[in-house]
Each structure stands twice: as structure tokens, then as C-alpha cells.
């Protein structure tokens, strides 16, 4: 039971905005949700049993623990301070995405692949963050994806990782992987902001 589902169970109604379901409404018509951008953490896409952590996966956010015999949420995990939380999207400006996570905007974290997947030859945990940000590039897309590949022990240390970056919103749902390669599929998906602002 994350922090938003208590929170709107106790209201009686939908109170954050959402990528797949029904939008908060507060009867005042289109203009509602005008300036609402605020997500909430569902943790509802995968399960990891990792390092005697049991996690609740969602690839928008980080992970919810949960106790592994009573099931009991025990809230976000960091996994030791390796991910920023809120949601993955930055502004290229760190003073400005502190500032905005002072405001309570959750924003420039590092959300964890809801798949992850063990790799039998070394019994790591291979897994992936990203992070939508501008462009640096003046010319094609105004939006870049940062992709980040882990490879992590048993205590959420960070064994292995590389970065890639990708023109445009790389929606980046699962991957396989080979002892020399990791695969991922990219979804041919245009991202529109314009409809959540």
C-alpha cells in the first residue's frame, strides 16, 4: 500500500495524475487537472526478491519495499543512496531540480527498470535507470533520454555501468542480454507533455 494509494483511499477519490487510468477530477471541468503534474508511484508493474530486499517495481519511480514475510509496506528504497527519487524527468539544470524537489516537484529522479533480470554467469542483478531531459543537440529533437546500465551485488553496490544516450523519449519497457550485450527494444513512441500539463 504505497503512500498515494493510502492517501486516496482516506479521500475517497483519485488525487493524482496517472499514465493509464481514470484522471482526478475535481468537477471543475477540463481546467481541473490544468498545472497538475504530479504522478503517483504505483509500484505495480514488477516484483524482485534481491538481497533479502523484497521490491514492488514500477519503471517510472523507485522501487516500494515490502516486508517479505508479512507483505506490510515499508516505503521507497533508495537501494543505499544509488537512486534519486521522483519522477525521471530533468530540466539540465541540478540547482534548478534541487530547488523544484525543495517545492515538493518530484523531478530528476532515478526510476529502476521494473524488470530486472540475473545474470547466471556471475549472479549479478542486470538492470537499467533513465532520465528524459532537453537536448543538447540545437538541431532534431528537442528531448534526450539518458539510459543507464547496472550491474549490481547482492547489497545494491553498483558492480558495473555504462551510459547511452538516445535522441528523443526512449520508452524502455524490458530488455534480454548476452554475456557481451544487453538488448533493448525502442518502442517507436512520441511523447506529448501537453496533455499532462
Keep these: 500500500q504505497t503512500e498515494g494509494y493510502v492517501a486516496e483511499r482516506e479521500a475517497d477519490r483519485i488525487l493524482y495524475r496517472n499514465a493509464f487510468g481514470t484522471q482526478p477530477s475535481s468537477g471543475e471541468g477540463a481546467a481541473s487537472n490544468l498545472g497538475n503534474v504530479l504522478l503517483k508511484n ?12 523484497l521490491l514492488a517495481l514500477w519503471e517510472a519511480m523507485q522501487p516500494h519495499r515490502l516486508d517479505p514475510v508479512t507483505l506490510e509496506t515499508i516505503g521507497i528504497d533508495d537501494l543505499n543512496g544509488l537512486l534519486r527519487q521522483g519522477l525521471p ?5 541540478p540547482l534548478f531540480e534541487h530547488w523544484a524537489q525543495q517545492m515538493g ?4 529522479g532515478d526510476p529502476l527498470g521494473a ?5 547466471p554467469s556471475t549472479g549479478r542483478l542486470l538492470t537499467f535507470s ?4 532537453p537536448s ?3 538541431v532534431g529533437t528537442p528531448l534526450e533520454t539518458t539510459l543507464t546500465f547496472m550491474e549490481l551485488d547482492e547489497q545494491f553496490r553498483v558492480v558495473r555501468s555504462k551510459q547511452h ?3 528523443g523519449y526512449a520508452f524502455i519497457h524490458d530488455f534480454c542480454f548476452t554475456d557481451d ?5 525502442r518502442n517507436p513512441v512520441d511523447l506529448d507533455l501537453s496533455p499532462f500539463l
Design 181 to 185: 550485450y544487453y538488448i533493448f527494444f
Design 89 to 93: 524527468f530533468a530540466v539540465g539544470n
Design 165 to 167: 544516450h538516445l535522441a
Design 130 to 133: 533513465y532520465q528524459m531531459h
Design 105 to 108: 516537484l518530484p523531478i530528476g
Design 136 to 138: 543538447l543537440n540545437p
Design 115 to 119: 524488470h530486472t533480470h540475473v545474470d
Design 42 to 53: 504505483v509500484a505495480n508493474t514488477g516484483v524482485l526478491y534481491w538481497g533479502g530486499r
